[in-house]
């Protein structure tokens, strides 16, 4: 699921077109879209987009951290069509994002490192997994913490000084 508002496209009285996507990753094919007026009407235009889109059995639907807002509703309309899901967790939910920090990641063992070059800066990526069985949002098996960060770089020392013994 993704959202993107059309650059330059407009509708009367100015209003900007914004789509709803639901895309196969592997291709990029788009599968269905639906205009969904303003931003946040992503919300609402979710089970939507998806009612349009035949099988979904097997797949893996995934969405940003705007859709966990409402992971009841979200994850039994997932649940109900043989759908696995991944999502997003941010500020916007606390109660879940707490849930999630409670965990006892320090036990957890580390899954993989990652390290790359983006936006012209080095990050390294740790991931953890951990089992929680439905017990955070429903259905759900896994978490997954990522943690981000750039390499810190080593302080300047004083520069070295060599002598040379001069001939005598």
């Not at 939910?93 to 957890?108: A, F, G, I």
């Not at 390290?115 to 098996?141: E, M, Q, W, Y």
């Amino acid at each position: 699921m993704a959202g993107q508002s059309l650059r330059g496209a407009a509708r009367a009285m100015g209003r900007k077109i914004h789509l709803l996507a639901a895309m196969e990753h592997s291709t990029g094919l788009v599968l269905a879209q639906l205009d969904v007026g303003e931003k946040t009407n992503e919300i609402a235009g979710f089970q939507p987009l998806l009612n349009t889109v035949t099988d979904l059995a097997g797949t893996v639907v995934t969405s940003d951290a705007m859709h966990t807002q409402r992971e009841r509703e979200y994850a039994g309309c997932l649940l109900g069509r043989g759908t696995h899901y991944s999502v997003i967790v941010k500020g916007n939910q606390k109660k879940l994002r707490r849930q999630l920090k409670s965990l006892p990641w320090k036990d957890v063992p580390l899954q993989g490192r990652t390290r790359g070059i983006g936006h012209g800066r080095s990050d390294i990526r740790r991931i953890k997994v951990a089992t929680v069985n439905g017990r955070l949002f429903p259905g759900a098996c896994q978490a997954v913490q990522i943690k981000r960060g750039t390499p810190t770089a080593r302080p300047a020392g004083p520069p070295s000084r060599r002598s040379t013994p001069s001939p005598a």
